[in-house]
């Protein structure tokens, strides 16, 4: 419980002299004294009651609170039986410590705030161990490999009325208690986690969104970690370790509460590492198929080898008409740690429908890993029209449409130092399309790579236009030609304030067009003229002319 309660319960007679930004320290016993130094009886938490009888005179306060605030008990509650008024030396001594003071009217007993203490803090940690024992006993029964984590916050729903959520790193939610959190929240409350453990902090982790407030607690698989958090380096695993969110502030609970949320956390991740053994015979395919596609094996080998892999991916529907490749690679600074087991993992991930709760989706995608680099395999499933037509490529993935909502969580925890760059390749129909498939998503996120950002991806599409040659100019090139072009302007733009730059993006923006740009830029035509004129005559360049228009703008787009 926190000092903020007991203030409130009017029957304890407590009034607040001081340190009401402290409040919110949490009350974990109670213990009365007058000894001048009681620190050999405090172990931190306590509400100490004192009439007083230590203090001889004003000089003895700030030893006294000195004591406590050294022990770390919560809070300091006098009585006003014995001297009337609480002395000031004793209120000034507690503002200097941040010590919270509350004075006990005469009328009420000390027994009766150590009564009510004691039964609020024993109440909740007798709750707390009977739930203990009788999750044990249930799971014995159902288990979390019987019906998934949801069995488990099932659990904290009926014994601790606590409401839950297990989320990915990317902000999906995998199972939950209760309804569905918005997208939005998941995304923050993924954020934060990842934040947090880049950063260091000490969990739960706390966040309060929409006036709610969430406590987050990690879930580490044995099998991603089983070595201990210290034996790893965290970049290993931040990227995919599922958390468990769970709405109440976290941060007044007794250690065995805590206990509890740690001992659920791990059995949700005996569930996490069965499935992940259970992806080991897709990535198996997958790593099967990329090698002999890029070994150059003969295409009926290669289809082959799809006939097997596509009942697996795409169970009861058949042979997959259409396939895409997806290559992600995460790089680090530091170039210490291997970024290819952390995108697969990403990779498996960041493919599954957001809008799809719960982890079977994640059974129909097959990655693989080689060095630094993933590869996923896409099945796309047969969709047919009215006439009967193929529409396969019609629910084909899409570069941008991957990372929107998943974007902010992963910069997060790729922090100052990561990296993931995606490529997307056009979906194609046959054995013989997969390897310029894999070439095509290779590209693609070579096209990534050379973007500004944490997380860029960058899909076929893209190739096929001068996106696909600029990443590749080498960089004193790359200066050398945006200088002579765009100086002149900027120069001029900071002693003139005159916005050439701008007019010239609008300009090219319009096609050239007078009377669009003008519009757009809500000018006179003839000022638009005059910009355009300054422009032609700091840079020798005729704008009316199409090769001067392509040079400005493949230097805009450099810049």
């Not at 007993?109 to 609020?120: G, S």
């Not at 709750?127 to 904290?156: E, I, K, Q």
């Not at 609970?253 to 991740?269: C, F, H, M, S």
């Amino acid at each position: 419980m926190r000092l903020r309660a007991l203030l409130e319960t009017e029957a304890l007679g407590l009034r607040l002299l001081g340190g009401e930004d402290e409040l919110d320290r949490t009350v974990r016993g109670v213990m009365t004294t007058d000894l001048r130094d009681p620190s050999r009886y405090l172990s931190g938490g306590e509400l100490v009651l004192t009439g007083l009888a230590w203090r001889r005179n004003s000089a003895d306060s700030e030893p006294f609170v000195r004591i406590l605030a050294s022990a770390g008990v919560a809070g300091l509650a006098a009585g006003e039986a014995e001297l009337g008024d609480i002395p000031d030396d004793l209120v000034s001594a507690c503002v200097r410590n941040r010590l919270p003071l509350f004075a006990v009217n005469e009328d009420v007993a000390f027994a009766t705030i150590t009564e009510y203490v004691v039964r609020q803090v024993s109440g909740e940690r007798a709750g707390d161990l009977a739930a203990v024992v009788d999750r044990h006993r249930r799971l014995m029964t159902s288990g979390p490999a019987g019906g998934g984590p949801d069995v488990v916050l099932d659990l904290l729903t009926t014994d601790l009325d606590l409401r839950a959520w297990v989320l990915s790193p990317t902000g999906r939610q995998i199972a939950g208690a209760g309804e569905p959190l918005a997208p939005g929240i998941c995304a923050a409350l993924a954020g934060e986690h990842l934040a947090a453990v880049r950063t260091g902090r000490r969990g739960p982790h706390r966040i309060s969104i929409q006036g709610i407030t969430y406590s987050l607690f990690p879930i580490r698989g044995h099998g991603r970690g089983a070595a201990g958090p210290a034996a790893r380096d965290v970049r290993e695993t931040v990227l995919s370790d599922w958390l468990l969110a769970v709405e109440a502030d976290a941060g007044d609970w007794p250690a065995e509460r805590l206990d509890l949320l740690q001992g659920v956390t791990q059995l949700i991740a005996v569930e996490r590492d069965r499935r992940d053994a259970a992806r080991t015979v897709r990535r198996r395919l997958a790593q099967e198929v990329l090698e002999l596609v890029q070994t150059g094996a003969a295409p009926a080998e290669i289809a082959a080898r799809l006939r097997v892999a596509a009942p697996v991916l795409l169970p009861g529907l058949g042979a997959a008409p259409h396939w895409q490749v997806v290559v992600a690679r995460v790089d680090w600074d530091s170039g210490d740690i291997p970024g290819g087991p952390v995108a697969q993992s990403l990779l498996e991930e960041i493919l599954v429908d957001p809008s799809v709760s719960g982890p079977e989706p994640s059974d129909r995608i097959a990655v693989a890993h080689a060095g630094d680099e993933a590869i996923a395999l896409v099945p796309l499933p047969s969709l047919s029209g009215d006439a009967g037509e193929d529409k396969g490529p019609d629910s084909a993935l899409h570069a941008d449409e991957l990372l929107a909502t998943v974007r902010d969580p992963l910069a997060a925890g790729l922090a100052d130092d990561g990296r993931l760059t995606l490529g997307v390749s056009a979906a194609v129909h046959s054995a013989e399309g997969l390897r310029g498939a894999l070439e095509e998503a290779r590209h693609a996120r070579r096209v990534a790579a050379a973007r500004p950002g944490r997380v860029c991806a960058a899909g076929h599409h893209e190739l096929a236009s001068h996106v696909l040659l600029l990443p590749f100019v080498p960089d004193d090139v790359r200066r050398a030609f945006t200088a002579r072009l765009l100086d002149p302007l900027r120069d001029y733009d900071r002693r003139h304030r005159a916005e050439l730059i701008p007019t010239l993006e609008a300009f090219l923006d319009c096609d050239g067009s007078w009377t669009r740009c003008a519009t757009r830029l809500h000018l006179h035509v003839n000022t638009l003229r005059y910009r355009v004129g300054r422009i032609e005559q700091l840079t020798g360049r005729d704008l009316s002319r199409l090769e001067d228009k392509l040079d400005f703008f493949l230097a805009l787009r450099m810049s």
